[in-house]
């Protein structure tokens, strides 16, 4: 017995390690995060849970749409889509074919005089998890824009996941389907729209619609070549009256928790006078404070950046390297390092709106080349900015955007800022 009791202690220690970690691929390439989006979807075998802000009527979406499709046709046992009602915009012939092809379509939050709040209360997470083991999260919405393929883009990151941390999202996804903030759609269209919806579709299904972007049929295995780590974490708000601290609360927890460094891109920055107090007692504490956002030149709207124009002294008062983003595209990444080893990656903006009506989720990570990686993509970002009162002259904006953002920013800013 006393020979067997060494090996007993050990089996028990071993059986509190985990059994499988998470393995935690950055996107930061669009194609990558496209081919990425088509793998997962036809390598899918029992279920295909997708959540959107903003779905358009273009090649992306269709593409999109067309594979969740065939996975349907294919066996897969549940293929199910929500979409910010006031951000939806796939065609009702489609979406009525949908529907005759067992491919379940909700939408958040539509317009109702009974619910008039939720016109101020958006479904802005994108995630898409297949069969409980793996998801991707990140800024990226379903349009060509996000992906590269405009003139003018949003430059934005994804991580890919599989591992454990998967059946936390699993879980979020059917809270949210069956909560009572998501409705079903009645959409009634003739035979002839939803036979031209089908062909619509065949044609996005087969590729031709992205022909030389993405590739269909590739088996690649997104885990191959990571190591697996042990704490990752699948964050996001409460559903409906479930109780539980909204994600603005684990951010402000790991920032209060930096001890030396704290980096932040986020294209919106619109801090709560909360925020502001948090980034002081850091920079008040030695900690260095970075943040990455738009200028007026790269920024998709005036409103947002004469918002931020209100905290940017504040901000450089405090002491906060602040650097704008010099474009032409539209920085678009919401990421967070934190003493060079926690990384955290998602939809949620550094503003109002995010910590206090928006739906967010984001995926966290403990490691530290997780954490170098995302900063050398952040530091291309930074190479391609200018720093805020540095005595260095900004990119300049079209006469046009800057009257546009003055007019904003003393008529309608003081009434909406809590909104942006």
């Known amino acids: 017995m006393k020979r067997l ?80 009602a006031n951000f939806q915009h796939i065609p009702k012939p489609v979406l009525a074919y949908l529907a005759d092809e067992n491919v379940e379509v909700r939408v958040y939050h539509p317009f109702t005089f009974r619910h008039l709040n939720w016109l101020f209360h958006r479904m802005h997470e994108k995630v898409v998890v297949v069969d409980g083991k793996r998801y ?23 991580v890919y996941v599989e591992g454990p941390s998967a059946a936390a999202a699993q879980q979020h996804f059917e809270d949210l389907w069956n909560s009572s903030d998501v409705c079903e759609l009645n959409v009634n269209v003739s035979l002839a729209a939803k036979a031209k919806a089908a062909r619509i579709l065949d044609d996005a299904a087969k590729g031709m619609t992205l022909e030389g972007f993405v590739t269909l049929n590739t088996s690649r295995d997104w885990s191959r070549g990571l190591n697996d780590i042990a704490d990752v974490r699948f964050l996001c708000d409460p559903v409906g009256q479930a109780k539980g601290p909204r994600l603005a609360v684990r951010l402000a927890e790991v920032i209060e928790g930096a001890k030396e460094s704290v980096v932040i891109e986020s294209p919106y920055l619109v801090p ?7 980034f002081r007692r850091k920079r008040a504490e030695g900690v260095r404070v970075q943040i990455i956002t738009n200028s007026l030149r790269s920024c998709d709207g005036a409103l947002p950046y004469v ?21 032409p595209d539209t920085l678009h990444a919401k990421s967070l390092v934190i003493d060079g080893h926690i990384v955290l990656v998602g939809s949620y903006n550094i503003d109002q709106r ?23 993509a952040i530091r291309h ?31 309608l800013v003081p009434f909406v800022e809590n909104q942006l």
Not at 136 to 158: C, H, P, Q, V
Not at 272 to 278: C, G, R
Not at 398 to 407: T, Y
């Open 136 to 158: 991707i999260t990140g800024g990226r919405n379903l349009a060509e824009s996000y992906f590269g393929l405009k003139k003018r883009n949003y430059i934005d990151r994804d």
């Open 272 to 278: 709560s006078p909360e925020v502001l107090d948090l």
């Open 354 to 376: 995010s910590e206090n009506q928006d739906r967010e989720v984001m995926a966290e990570a403990d490691d530290d080349d997780v954490a170098r990686e995302l900063m050398a």
């Open 381 to 411: 970002h930074i190479d391609n900015s200018w720093a805020v009162g540095r005595g260095t002259e900004g990119p300049h904006a079209p006469r046009s955007w800057r009257f546009r953002a003055w007019a904003s920013r003393f008529l």
């Open 5 to 84: 009791l060494p090996l007993i202690i050990s089996i028990l220690c071993l059986s509190t390690l985990p059994i499988h970690a998470d393995v935690f691929r950055l996107l930061e390439d669009p194609r990558d995060g496209a081919q990425a989006r088509v793998d997962l979807i036809q390598q899918a075998h029992s279920d295909i849970s997708a959540v959107y802000f903003l779905a358009y009527d273009d090649r992306i979406t269709l593409t999109a749409l067309g594979l969740l499709r065939d996975a349907r046709r294919r066996g897969v046992g549940r293929v199910r889509l929500i979409v910010d």
């Open 307 to 327: 918002a931020y124009l209100k905290y940017r002294h504040k901000l450089l008062r405090a002491g906060i390297d602040i650097r704008e983003y010099r474009g």
